[in-house]
């Protein structure tokens, strides 16, 4: 990753993460709490791929593992939100432009789900059965339902801001690639202008490097003529 979209990201993790904890963990809604920071996560992998999407949920769900009041096992979700990174980043389209808000809404829905299922099956496995006692399924519900509400407001604003940090076309991994050329000046740079060019060239007798050797060579000839 390049380093300005590790300052973006960064920036905006920590901002979510201040908000998650002081204001969304404080409103006491029924069933889950929602979840700024899968947000986040879900939008920078919609727009820089798996790989940046995994290293991205990876160091958010550390820093919500460390950050007080959490009372769970560090790292539980950071491996949350890698997997959830990287499984929404393989759903970003090949051009890096989501043309309608229909994909980001069904991976806030399908982040929301996966996420929390993940996070009582690790939980299980550490000894933490508190997603039983709560209800799994109520909690699954109420996190779908609070991200979906919450996710218009939130990950395209996150997009677009990310989206400036891409000076040029990358790849599902996160692997930069040269931008095509746009506008009117688009033919000067492409390989069709280019060969036409050295075939109008080459047709007139001339050089496929340039104008004056091909000039050189015709007056050669035409001396030649007069001499005989």
Do not use: W
Request: proline content about 5%; aromatic content about 6%.
């Amino acid at each position: 990753m390049r380093l300005n979209r590790i300052l973006l990201s960064t920036a905006l993790v920590v901002v979510a993460l201040v908000l998650q904890v002081s204001v969304f963990a404080r409103l006491h809604l029924p069933g889950a709490v929602p979840d700024l920071l899968l947000l986040v996560v879900v939008g920078l992998s919609l727009v820089y791929g798996h790989t940046a999407g995994a290293l991205i949920g990876f160091g958010a769900g550390l820093l919500a593992d460390l950050a007080p009041p959490a009372d769970h096992a560090t790292g539980r979700y950071a491996l949350v939100l890698c997997v959830v990174g990287y499984l929404v980043g393989l759903a970003r389209p090949e051009t890096g432009r989501v043309r309608s808000a229909t994909l980001p809404m069904l991976a806030v829905v399908a982040a929301a789900v996966v996420s929390t299922l993940l996070y009582a099956g690790v939980g299980s496995l550490v000894g933490d059965t508190a997603a039983r006692h709560v209800g799994l399924t109520g909690l699954v519900l109420t996190a779908a339902l609070y991200d979906l509400l919450l996710a218009p407001f939130t990950v395209p604003l996150i997009m677009a801001v990310a989206r400036r940090t891409l000076g040029e076309t990358i790849t599902g991994d996160g692997t930069p690639v040269a931008a095509a050329p746009e506008g009117p000046y688009a033919r000067m740079t492409s390989g069709s202008f280019r060969v036409g060019r050295m075939g109008r060239s080459l047709r007139m007798g001339g050089s496929p490097y340039g104008g004056y050797g091909g000039g050189k060579g015709r007056r050669q000839r035409i001396k030649g003529g007069k001499r005989l």
